[in-house]
């Protein structure tokens, strides 16, 4: 035991000086490196303080070298100018006549007008068989003749009695009655010839005639057709061509419409427009949809299709509203907007409503109070959130 123990200490003993001291230079070496990296940290630190310190703000502006643009505003302030009420509805005859057959009826032969004809008070649409009632004029006719000859007998008898009474040949009594029997064979020649006007009135009303000048619309009658008095539409007729636009308009626009006021209607599919006035308003709003019926007076136009669906755009009177250039107000999928300028120069888009649009410019409705910076013309250059510079345009003298 005592010889184990005297190797292991002489073994030790024995071991380099290099070995002894491994761990103190390892642990040197770590502190050395933690002390190196935290000079690099405190001297970058440094640096950017430095940096920061130079602009008088702890943060870094990453745009500080780019200038703002410059856009052109405007001040609209306000003005008065000519409102506008747009509102839609269908396209209809101002005053539509149906047509059917006045008369007892019967067979139609003809047809003498189509759809888009124009015709005159009075000229016949079609034409009714009348053979029967031909037949009846005959007789009635040939009932006149036999009526005026019974009365030509009896004026004959009534003056040769007259020339006998003197006579004495005749009594007055017999003067009397021969006065009485002329008289009732003349009133038989009038009944009769009553029975053949009537007669002939009835042909005439066989005739499917139009009741005023103007346009065909509809026809729903052709020959062979039996047609009889009633209820049937055979023809439906504008009168004099003229149409109409039946507008639906809110409730809170009707108060501000007056009969007389001028629109403008555009037929869905056509840029072409038509000028007319409000004829006639509905004295009556609609409980469920809460709305009005202001009737628009339009002049004849191929283009006016009764039943199509237009827009028109009613002057409703003046009001105090902004104006705008055209060029200050755009369009997308959301509606119409233009770009405003607070007070940090910075853009933001505002929707707006647009009024009447002339050469000189368009009214806003809503969405400004006059008082904003109103970018003149941004185009696609200038988004929302963008910082820029404003510069006021020069008013026209």
Do not use: C
């Not at 008065?80 to 067979?107: K, Y």
């Not at 904003?372 to 185009?379: K, M, P």
């Amino acid at each position: 035991m005592m010889n184990f123990e005297s190797r292991m200490a002489s073994f030790q003993d024995s071991r380099p000086l290099d070995d002894v001291d491994a761990p103190n230079k390892s642990n040197n070496l770590w502190i050395a490196l933690g002390a190196i990296l935290l000079m690099i940290v405190v001297v970058t630190g440094g640096h950017f303080l430095t940096m920061s310190g130079s602009k008088g703000s702890g943060l870094v502006d990453p745009g500080a070298g780019k200038e703002a643009p410059r856009v052109t505003v405007v001040v609209p302030g306000k003005q008065l100018v000519e409102n506008q009420i747009t509102a839609t509805g269908l396209l209809a005859a101002r005053r539509e006549m149906p047509v059917g057959a006045v008369g007892e009826g019967g067979l139609v032969t003809r047809v003498l007008v189509e759809p888009g004809s124009w015709v005159q008070q009075g000229q016949v649409l079609a034409v009714v068989d009348r053979q029967v009632q031909a037949q009846q004029s005959n007789q009635l006719a040939a009932q006149i003749a036999a009526a005026q000859a019974n009365a030509r007998l009896a004026q004959s008898e009534l003056e040769r009695s007259q020339a006998l009474v003197a006579r004495g040949f005749i009594s007055k009594a017999d003067l009397d009655r021969k006065a009485a029997t002329r008289d009732g064979a003349v009133a038989q020649v009038r009944v009769a010839q009553a029975q053949l006007a009537e007669n002939r009135a009835r042909i005439g009303r066989l005739d499917i005639r139009a009741p005023a000048s103007g346009l065909v619309l509809t026809r729903a009658v052709e020959p062979g057709q039996v047609v009889g008095g009633g209820a049937a539409v055979l023809f439906r007729i504008a009168m004099g061509g003229e149409m109409e636009l039946k507008a639906d308009i809110s409730e809170m626009d009707v108060a501000r419409l007056r009969t007389g006021a001028g629109a403008t209607v555009v037929p869905v599919g056509s840029t072409q427009e038509f000028r007319g006035q409000i004829w006639q308003m509905s004295p009556v709003i609609d409980p469920q949809r809460r709305q009005g019926e202001a009737r628009i007076a339009l002049g004849y136009n191929a283009a006016l299709k009764p039943g199509g669906f237009a827009t028109a755009k009613i002057n409703s009177g003046m009001i105090e509203a902004p104006f705008l250039p055209e060029s200050a107000v755009q369009s997308d999928k959301q509606g119409n907007f233009v770009l405003v300028i607070d007070g940090n120069n910075v853009a933001s888009r505002r929707p707006v409503t647009v009024g009447s649009v002339s050469d000189k410019g368009v009214s806003i409705l809503s969405g400004l109070n006059g008082n904003e910076q109103v970018v003149l013309s941004a185009g696609g250059f200038l988004n929302p959130g963008e910082k820029v510079a404003p510069v006021r345009a020069k008013t026209a003298n």
